[in-house]
Every structure is written in C-alpha cells, then in structure tokens.
C-alpha cells in the first residue's frame, strides 16, 4: 500500500557561520568549519539550535496527526495503571507502581513472611494494579520528587539488611549526576546526609553503617569509589580506591553473599578485580588478577561446601584466558599470591567455540551461568555440592518453547530456592517466571510463570511473523538478521522496510517485545533488526571483526542486510529506511555515506557522527575509554588514518542524500549534541537532492532523551513517524491498529 507524503511548506534551514578550526594530527589537517557549535555556554550556540528546532518543526509540521494517532497507539496498548512483580530482597517484597496519566514509577514494599516453606515464603504476594495492600509502604513516589524538575531519573537505589534506610540518587538536568539522599524508613524523615554529584550505583555495607557510591572525573569517567559513613560529614568521605589510567572504567557491587565489596575495573579487552573484605575492612583491598595479565575477566567471592559439608573460600572467575569466548573456573584465594603462569584454576564450564559465556553468579546452593548459543541469551544452572570436581553435576536450562526469545537472571536472592527470570520474545510481551531450583526431587527444576505484562487495544501474537534470515556480506561472511512482520502483507515486492542496527561493544540487540514497534508493523512496514558484526551476537569473534581496525565490517554488513531486504521479494527497494543510534548513529552516518541511493531515509538518534575529533580529545566525556572500541588515533597513525576514512562527518561528500533526521539531546554527555549539529550542516551543504535534512534537540534531556514516559512515547512517535511518512506508509493494513 503507497501512499504519498503529504507536502509541506519549504522552509529555509538554518546557516551555521563558518569559523574553520585546524586539527592537525600524524601530518593530516582537517579544517572544521563548525567545531565553534561545541560552545554550549555561547547565546548563538543556543539560539542555533533553536533555530533548528523551528525548521525542522516546519518540514515535520504535516506529521503531527501522524505521530498523535502512533502516540496513541502506544498509550492504547499499554496498561497504564500497573505494576512490576514484587521481589524479595531479606524480609521485604519491593515492587513499583505506576498510575494512568502519571510520568514516572511508584516504589513500594510490603513484609515478607516467613512460614519455614521455602518455595511458599518466596512466592510474591498477590498485587493488584491500582489497589493498595495492607501494609504498603511507599518508598519513593518519582512523580513527586519530578514535581518542578526539568528532568528526573533515578541512579540507582539500596536498602540497608534491616530494612530501615533507603537510599536513592536523582538526575534533574540529564548529565548523569546524581544526588544521593537517604530516608529513615521508620519515621519517613530523610536523613541530613546529601551527597552531590555520583553516578549510577549505590549500595550499602551489610551492617548499614555505610553506603558506597561512585564519582566521576571531568571526562564523565567513573574513577572513584567511596564510602559515606551516615552521620558524617561528606567531606570526611573516605576514597576505597581511585583508578587512574584514563582509559579504564570503574564500577563496584557486593558479593552475592554480601561478605565482599567487589571492585571491577577494566575496558572492552581486559579487566581488574579487587576485593574488600567487610568482616577485615581495615585489611585494605585484594587483586584477584592484575590488569598487567591483559585477561579480561569477572570474579565473585562465595564460600564453597566440600563432601564433608565444611566451607572454604573460594573464587568463581569468568574469563577469557586461553578461551576467546570465556570460560568459568575456580580459584582457590591462596593461589593469587603465585604468579599466574603457576596458578592452578579448575574448570567449571569449559571453553566452546559456538557457545559464548557471559556470566556467571551464585546463590547458597547453585552456580547460574549466562550464555549465548545460535544469537540467543539462555541461562544454566548447576549445583555448587560438587562443583569443580567429577561429581559436577550436568547444567540444567529452563526450557522455552520459541525460536528466537530472550531470557536472564531479572535478580536473585541469595538464600532464595528460586531465581527470578525475565523473559520476552519480539511479539510475547514481558514475563516474569521463577525457575525453582533443581534439588533431587525435582532435577529439572520447575518454571513458574508470575506474570506476562499485558497489552491491550486486542493485541494478537499471531498477527505478526519474526523469521531468522541470512544476508551474505562481501566477504562471504553470513549475517543474521531478524525479520518482524504483519501477517497479512504478501511478498509482492510492494511493502516498505526498515533496517535497524548497532553493532558495537559486544551489544547484542536480542529479541524483545516493543509496543511502539508495532504502530510500524500495523502500517505494512518490515521491520529488519541486522545483527552485524561489531555486536555480540555470534560470540567474542563476532565482536572483535566489528571494532578497530576491522570496523568497517559493521557498516558493510549493514549494507548487506540492506541488499537483502531489497532483494527479498517483500519490499520496493525505493521504499527502505534506515534506523540506528548512538553507536548505531555512528553507523547510519556510515551507511548514508556509503550507500545513499538506497535509503529513502534514515533517523540517526544521538549518533556519534564526528567519532575521530571526540576520540581525539581526551578531555572529552568518555573518550579516552574508546580507545579500545576504535584504536587510539592520538599516537597511532594507522588507527587515526582508518577512523578517518569512515568517520561521517569527513566523509559527506557530494551526493542526493536521503530525507536525514539526526535527534539529539543538549545534555548529553555520551554523544554530544554538537556531533549532529555539524553533520547535518555539511550534509545540507553536500547533497544535490532536495529532501530535507532536519535535526530535532531536545534541550532538556540526556543520552535517552527526555525523562518521563508520556514524553518518551512522543519521542518514539516523532521518530516512527517520519520514517513512516518517508516509506509513503502512513495509513494502517486493513484490521490492524487499536482494537
């Protein structure tokens, strides 16, 4: 079904003034007419971006009932009134509401009981949407701490073991820096203890006489983990430890068990762990294996029960040594004093080269591995009687029964029986199960569905189809690709598509149910999710032929699946868009590049369009930290000379460029604003065709956008429906949409 877009007014974009800026690196200069956007403090900084907000406002004018009718769908399918399923954590079940026509997550709890059976004690108590149950607490109300805020989101949050302090940090601006308050859950009465400026992660010490956070640098690295002690002054604030190579990532979290702070620090290519025992604290920290190794790894603490029931420390490690798709091992803590070389470590899980291992964790009885076999996340669980000896027992796997899904640890207690699992496909919304534990009596555990979250407006699954295909890259590579469609549409080479992609960092884009996705399906749309390399899909090799120097696999790839779709008997090749951001923005400018002829258009949201003057500057947020993405173009020539020759911003070049929307944030301390900013000037500037090249700026929000859920569904509709209008798909298949 093809329809024409409807015509706006023409609009004259605005002109940014040239200022050219030289950077000169390894003998190359690039002069950089609109390096002078970066000054966000500058009035005609701002009253730029404003102005285009306005011009592209005008040339999306037309859209408006579009995006109305797609933001409604959305509203019309979700439940607005709602609630997540309670979780247990000591003797409380912690569960968020929200309410219809409210922005933000209510968080509540309620008291567990402990009646001796175990299965029963962690069953979650019966909540229903909108009514309030004996003895609810509410925690934090999100509406009420955004009540005046341009922006809210929460960092993170933590209880004490007792129950009585609750801790929470808010963004108001979008930047990622939070403020931490804490709350005496017995009078309601927050404590005079406020800190400013952490990042995302807050926890506390088991006895709840601390709590610890993290700091950022000015580059927006995290670089520092401190302890608070309640009652003092912040400034007193002790440092547990700063790290600081410039390029390394530093995060924290306690053991399952809860008897060690667990600091991890590392980059994409290998890592650090450092210890702190609560029960020596002043003993200082413990390195499980120096970064000096170059091993790339993950460590978790527990004590592990021998045959005569005694318990000994040991270390369950995931690790990439001598396995590139990791492995699990034991490790004994005396043997970290030896050097590595001479170090015994005793296999739990064993290297695979079709089966890459993710993760792995413990509850009192049973080890869970996270893995990743033919693109699909599974989850494994062991028992530890007899772990790392040949009376290990065989992994068992919760059994689902579709082919492309997606399934995790959603949280865990330690002494729980069960473990939580979320659980989601492209067209099964979320669900909630508990997998009881196996033991003897039940050796294939038991899967409990808690709860599917449910879609209204008559949602049908089998109105929709999701196929895995295979699009065949220059190099003979074979590229999976997920291919999500309307029932009803016939492969008669009429329909529009979309190609959505990523591609770095090892991200996996897994099957996952999306409400807003369907106002695309509903409208005779194929929606094709390219799963290139760069991403994670297919194991560590997948990823390391996607980054560097072998980078532009990701693109090509892209262009690959593209050719597919075009190729696939379901669509007019004239009537393909492209989707992507962030990272994925990097590779919509890539591909707009290299292929501009074969999309109608193309939505880069947040894009990290200008990679190679950001990975240039350390001082910039987060920079130093990709240069294990993309190589360090600072001191090595040939890395500096490869980003070059992808990098979309220096590689516009005279071409009849597709309809472009680059969205972006002013707050964004990710990718900032001014990378979009300056593509879409050289963009207009260098296409020989007439259709518009627009930026839309959301000047109050970050690197997702602005906060709240209402706005976010608008967002989403803005962009959805200029793709839609693009395609010319703009009116609903007959008997799709809201019911």
Known sequence: MTETPLQTTVAAPPVA???????????????????????????????????????????????????????????????????????????????????????????????????????????????????????EEVLLDGNVEAEGQPFFSIGGTAVTVDGHIYAYAVDNSG??????????????????????????????????????????????R?????????????????????????AMWLGFELSADRRHLVLSIGCSEYSETRLLRFDDYDAGLTTVVSRNERVLYEAEPFLLEDASGASAEQILITHNR??????????????????????????????????????????????????????????QVLPLAGLGTPAQGAPVEPAFDEELYTAGVGGSDYEAPVIRLGYTSYFTPSRVYD??????????????LRRESPVLGGYSAADYVATREWAIADDGTRIPLSVLRHASLQQDGTNAGLVYGYGSYEMSMDPGFGIARLSLLDRG???????????????????????????????????????????????????????????????????????????????AQVPFVDPLTSVLDPELPLSALEWEEWGNPITDPEAYAYMKSYAPYENVHTARYPKIAAVTSFNDTRVLYVEPAKWVQVLREATTGSEPIVMKIEMEGGHGGASGRYVQWRERAWDYAFIADALGATGLLPGAGLK
Not at 195 to 211: K, L, M, Q, T
Not at 224 to 246: M, S
Not at 361 to 367: K, R
Not at 562 to 590: C, E, F, K, Q
């Open 17 to 135: 003034k040239r200022v050219p800026t030289e950077r000169t690196h390894h003998g190359d200069t690039f002069v950089d007419n609109y390096e002078w956007l970066r000054n966000k403090e500058s009035a005609e900084v701002v009253e730029h971006l404003k102005a285009e907000n306005a011009y592209q406002e005008a040339m999306t004018a037309h859209q408006q009932p579009l995006r109305e009718a797609i933001f409604q769908e959305i509203k019309g399918r979700t439940q607005e009134t709602d609630l997540s399923v309670p979780n247990r954590k000591d003797g409380w079940w912690y569960y968020t509401r929200s309410v219809e026509g409210k922005e933000y997550g209510i968080s509540c709890r309620v008291l567990a009981s402990n009646t001796g059976n175990p299965v029963a004690d962690w069953t979650p108590p019966k909540v229903e949407a909108g009514v309030e149950i004996p003895g």
């Open 175 to 220: 930047d990622e820096r939070f403020t931490l308050r804490m709350k005496d859950l017995r009078t309601g009465e927050m404590l005079p203890d406020v800190i400013e400026n952490v990042f995302y992660g807050v926890a506390f010490s088991p006895d709840g006489s601390r709590v610890f956070y993290t700091v950022v640098d000015d580059s927006w």
């Open 222 to 246: 995290p670089y520092q983990v401190k302890a608070h002690i309640l009652g003092t002054p912040v400034e007193q604030d002790a440092i547990i430890y700063q790290e600081d190579d410039a």
């Open 322 to 379: 001598n396995a590139v798709n990791s492995m699990v091992s034991l490790i004994d803590p005396s043997e970290l004093s030896k050097p590595l070389s001479e170090q015994h470590w005793t296999t739990v899980v064993e290297h695979s080269d079709d089966v890459r291992v993710n993760g792995a964790g413990v509850t009192s009885t049973h080890l869970l591995v996270s893995v990743r076999k033919d693109t699909i996340e599974r989850v």
């Open 435 to 448: 997998f009881v534990l196996p033991t003897e009596e039940q050796p294939a555990g038991e899967l409990l």
């Open 525 to 603: 749309i194929i929606f094709v999710i390219a799963h290139v390399r760069g991403g994670g899909e297919l194991g560590r090799h997948w990823y390391e032929d996607g980054k560097k120097l072998r980078k532009k696999n990701t693109f090509t790839d892209f262009i690959a699946a593209t050719d597919w779709l075009a190729a696939s008997g379901w669509v007019d090749p004239a009537r393909i868009a492209a989707l992507g951001g962030s990272a994925g923005g990097l590779l919509m400018g890539a591909a707009a590049n290299l292929a501009p002829e074969k999309y109608a258009a193309v939505v």
